[in-house]
Each structure stands twice: as C-alpha cells, then as structure tokens.
C-alpha cells in the first residue's frame, strides 16, 4: 500500500493502484482455499487470512462502481499472466506448437481460475460454520461446474482467435461478463448463499468491462506480429556487374 502511494502521481491514481492489488490479493485467498482443500490446511489458512486482510486494507470502505472494475482487472491479471508464459514456452516445442500453445494458453486459467473460485466456495462455507466436509463438497461442485464454462468462455472470448477488432472486444465483453454473473451463481448455489440479483447484475457489468478492456489489448498486441507476417520477403542482394 505505502509502494502504491508513493508511486502513484495522485489519489486518483493511488485509489485504483490499490484497487487493482485487492483483486490480486482476492485471488491469492482464493487459491488459499484451494490449497486448503487438497490438504495443505495450516498453509493455506494462513495465505487465505493474509490475503483477505490485505484487500480489506487496500479497498476504501465504500467501494463503489469503478472500485470493482480496477479490481477486476487485479483479478484479471493474476490468471492471464501464467496462461500467457505457458503458451509462450509451448510455441518453442515443435512446430506444431502453435495449437498446442493456443490448448495450454486457455487452458492454464482456465484451470486456475476454477481452483480459485473453488477455494473461495470452500473459505465461505467454514467462514459460516460450517464443517470441512460441506466445504470440501461446495468446493468441488464449483471447480467442476467452471472448468467447461470457464474454458468455452475463454476460448471464444478474450484468448480466443475467432474474433478479431470491434468483434473481438464485443464478443469477450459479453462472455466475460456472462462467466462473472455464472460464477456468482455457481458459488451461491454451491454455498447454499442467497441469490442477489443487483450483485449478478453488478457481476456482469464489471465482467463486461475488464473483458472488453483485456480482449482489446490482446487483439492490439497480436497486430504487429500479423504485419511482420503479411511483409513481402525481402529481395536477394543483386551481384555486382562483370568488370
């Protein structure tokens, strides 16, 4: 936090610096709750706690609209940037590479995305009361439930190639944010919490707008390599004339 003001130019500057790191440090509790399910309890206790304490520092006390956006774009950082150095080190396997990198590209968030939503299903569950054994449940039914919804939404939105410009933005806008109101849905009903129809909605809308964004800078990043591609091979050197 101290690092965020001081590097920050202004408040406004400093508010979503800080927002951004609660959404990474929503994650990291998040993937404490994961560890905690596949028996590294004390461990992931400690990362969970550690984790929630932090985002509570981070966020202000009335976080409002654009507080969650900049701490979506937190959380969504945490899982693109390990999707991106698995599918950077797969295209230089073979060179077939391309497809299996564009596989373990989606797939790596893909996988730790639902981890992390599992861990927060577990982490509710205990934070209510309730028994090892009803988290461990409420955890499984939402990895499993995300896996292929996160995957398909991924796939054709943000780290898709089927889209490309306004198309691209459009399509990772209205998946991502359909994926953020699923997974609301999926944890409540996994955790047995009410159903809220504004928080879904809200879900949707910060989903929308941290993946139009990311889908954005993606498609933008890829387009200096499509022109690299599309140059005309550069002529051979001519010989110089007979003396």
């Known amino acids: 936090r101290q690092a965020i003001e001081t590097v920050a130019t202004g408040p406004l500057e400093a508010r979503i610096g800080k927002d951004f790191m609660a959404g990474v440090a929503g994650t990291v509790s998040g993937a404490g709750g994961a560890a905690r399910m596949v028996g590294f309890n004390k461990i ?15 966020l202000p006390p009335d976080p409002n609209f654009a507080d969650q956006v900049a701490a979506g774009f937190g959380s969504m950082a945490t899982f693109l940037v390990p999707g ?3 599918q950077a080190g797969a295209m230089k396997l073979a060179s077939y590479a391309p497809r299996l990198a564009t596989f373990l590209g989606t797939a790596t968030p893909t996988v730790l995305e ?3 939503e599992a861990g927060d299903a577990y982490n509710r569950v205990l934070e209510k009361g ?12 939402t990895f499993w439930a995300n896996i292929p919804m996160i995957h398909l939404t991924n796939r054709f939105g943000i780290l898709g190639d089927k889209f490309k410009g306004a198309w691209k933005v459009i399509t990772s806008a209205l998946l991502e944010g359909s994926q953020e109101a699923s997974q609301d849905l999926i944890r409540a009903y996994a955790t047995k919490d009410p159903i809220v129809g504004r928080d879904i909605a809200t879900s949707f809308g910060v989903g929308a707008i941290v993946g139009g964004g990311t889908g954005a800078l993606i498609d ?16 051979p050197p001519t010989s110089p004339p007979p003396p």
Do not use: C
Request: cysteine-free; charged content about 25%; overall charge positive.
């Open 130 to 141: 309730g028994e090892s054994k009803d988290a461990m449940t409420a955890g499984n039914k």
């Open 220 to 235: 933008l990043a890829k387009q200096p390599k499509k022109a690299e591609a599309q140059l005309p091979p550069a002529a």
């Open 114 to 116: 639902a981890m992390t």
């Open 84 to 86: 991106f150095g698995v």
């Open 44 to 58: 992931g206790g400690m990362i969970s706690k550690a984790a929630d304490k932090a985002a509570m520092e981070l």
